[in-house]
């Protein structure tokens, strides 16, 4: 079984960044894809990027294309979202997932795994 602990949430000032870190452990084959979405109180959770197990494919929602950089380390079976041009909508609970076998899968039904969340909270 896989263990995804995210860390690196907190507030900032609006144009601000941050980055994400998402660490894997337990049994888990490390080149795994890898996905990270957010939600809201009363709103779907909503995806945001995806990386293949090799790191050399990502993919990204509009609306944070240009934005959000997903990448990964191996080696420390961490994965992670640099958030950078931060504004108040993206103020949300932050998830990282693991995405067993759907290419470019976007939708949460294709993540088998999930982390606990860490918040982030931008401020106007």
């Known amino acids: 079984q896989v263990q995804l602990v995210e860390s690196g949430g907190g507030l900032v000032q609006a144009g601000g960044s941050l980055r994400l870190s998402c660490a894997a452990s337990?049994?888990?084959?490390?080149?795994?894809?890898m996905g990270w979405f957010r939600q809201t109180p009363g709103k779907k959770r909503e995806f945001l990027a995806g990386?293949?197990?090799?790191?050399?494919?990502?993919y990204y929602a509009d609306s944070v294309k240009g934005r959000f950089t997903i990448s990964r380390d191996n080696a420390k079976r961490t994965v992670y979202l640099q958030m950078n041009s931060l504004n108040a909508d993206d103020t949300a609970v932050y998830y990282c997932?693991?995405?067993?076998?759907?290419?470019?899968?976007?939708?949460?039904?294709?993540?088998?795994?999930w982390g606990q969340g860490t918040q982030v909270t931008v401020s106007s």
């Open positions: 337990g049994r888990t084959n490390i080149y795994y894809a």
């Open positions: 990386i293949s197990g090799s790191g050399s494919t990502t």
């Open positions: 997932a693991r995405n067993p076998s759907v290419a470019a899968a976007r939708a949460p039904k294709d993540y088998d795994s």
